[in-house]
C-alpha cells in the first residue's frame, strides 16, 4: 500500500509539473504574441503595461516557482517509495540505495542552505528562499524573546540592546528576503570587486575594437 501510494503520487505530481510547463510555456508565448502588436510606442507600452499587471495581481511569478520544487518532490517521493519497495525483498539491495539516497539527500541540503552562507553562490534549491524566510524569522522571534528575557536581570540593559541589534538585523533579512539580502551586501562592498570586473574584461577583449568599442561606451 505504501510503495503503491507513494509510487502513483510521484507520477501523478510528474505528469502535473508535464502539463504546467506546457501550459507555461504557451502563456508566455501568448504574452509576447499580444505585447507585440504594431502599434505606436506608447499604446505597445500601455499594453505591456496592462497585462504585466494581471501576471504581477496573478502571481503567474509563483507558478512558476512551484514547477521545479513539485518535480523534486515527486523525485523524493520515488525514491522514498523506491526504499520502502527494496526493504521487503532484499536488505543488501535496500542498504546500497540507502546510500545513495542518503548521499543525494545531503547533498540536496547542502544546496538548499548555501546560500545563506555564501551570498554569490551560484547554487540553491526551490527550497532556499521558503528555508531563509523559515530561519529567520525563528532568529527574529527568539532574539525577541531574549531581549525580552534579559530585562528582568540586572545587567539587562546592555544584553537587551545587544539582542534587539540582532533581531533587527534578522527582521531585516526576513523583509528583504534572500535574493535582496544578498543584492544589497554585493552593494556594500569595496571598490576591490569592480577591479576585478574590470580586469576580468580586459583580459577577455582579445581583440583591439572591443577594447575601443568598451571605452566609448564607459567613457
Known sequence: MWVNSLWFLSLGISLTCALLATMLQQWA????????????????????????????KLHLPWAVEALPSLLHLSLFLFFTGLLVFLFNINH????????????CTATYIS?????FFRFNSPYCSPLSSSTWLLATSVLTLLFQFLSW?????????????????WKKHYLMWFVNGLEKTAEGFALKLTSKIDWHALSWILNCSDEDKELVLFFCKHP
Open 29 to 56: 508565448c501568448r504574452y509576447i504574441r499580444i505585447t507585440q502588436p504594431r502599434y505606436s510606442p506608447h499604446e505597445q507600452g500601455r499594453i505591456r503595461a496592462f497585462f504585466f499587471e494581471g501576471i504581477d
Open 92 to 103: 543488501t539491495v535496500f542498504s546500497a540505495a540507502v546510500w545513495w539516497v542518503g548521499l
Open 111 to 115: 544546496i538548499t542552505f548555501v546560500p
Open 149 to 165: 528575557l534579559t530585562g528582568f536581570t540586572s545587567f539587562g540593559s546592555i544584553r537587551k540592546e545587544h539582542f534587539d541589534k
